[in-house]
C-alpha cells in the first residue's frame, strides 16, 4: 500500500510563490509517475501537471504552464509543486496521486484523468489572496 503526504500549502499573496511536497511510502518510488491535481470550492477535481518515474519527462495544464515546476528527488521519495506567478484562481486544495509503476506515456490525456492513478494523497489547501 502506497502512503503519499502533501505538506507545504497555505496563504500566499496573489505574484507569490509556493512549494508543495509529497512524500510517498510503500513502494517502489522511482517507479510511478507522479501527477498532481488541484481541487477548487465548488468545482471538479483539475490536472495540474504529472511527472515520470525517472523525473525525465513532464507534462502541464495550459493554466499553469510557465509559472509551476514539477520536480522530484527519488532519493527522498518526494515529488515537488513549484508555484510561481500566483493568481486568486489558483486557490485550491491541491493533492498528489501516484499509478502503480506503469511505463509513462507523453500523452497529457492519459494523466488527466484521476482513474489513471492508483494512490492519492489527502491534500494541502494553497489560498492566494488578491
Known amino acids: 500500500q502506497v502512503q503519499l503526504v502533501e505538506s507545504g500549502g497555505g496563504l500566499v499573496q496573489a505574484g507569490g510563490s509556493l512549494r508543495l511536497s509529497c512524500v510517498a511510502s510503500?513502494?517502489?518510488?522511482?517507479?510511478?509517475?507522479m501527477g498532481w491535481f488541484r481541487q477548487a470550492p465548488g468545482s471538479e477535481r483539475e490536472f495540474v501537471g504529472v511527472?515520470?518515474?525517472?523525473?525525465?519527462?513532464?507534462l502541464y495544464a495550459d493554466s499553469v504552464k510557465g509559472r509551476f515546476t514539477i520536480s522530484r528527488d527519488n532519493g527522498k521519495s518526494t515529488v515537488y509543486l513549484q508555484m510561481n506567478s500566483l493568481k486568486p484562481e489558483d486557490t485550491a486544495v491541491y493533492y498528489c496521486?501516484?499509478?502503480?509503476?506503469?511505463?509513462?506515456?507523453?500523452?497529457?490525456?492519459?494523466?488527466?484523468?484521476?482513474?489513471?492513478?492508483?494512490?492519492w494523497g489527502q491534500g494541502t489547501r494553497v489560498t492566494v489572496s488578491s
Open positions: 511527472i515520470a518515474g525517472n523525473g525525465g519527462s513532464t
Open positions: 510503500g513502494r517502489a518510488f522511482s517507479l510511478s509517475t
Open positions: 496521486a501516484s499509478d502503480d509503476g506503469r511505463q509513462f506515456f507523453s500523452d497529457m490525456s492519459v494523466y488527466e484523468v484521476s482513474g489513471s492513478y492508483d494512490y
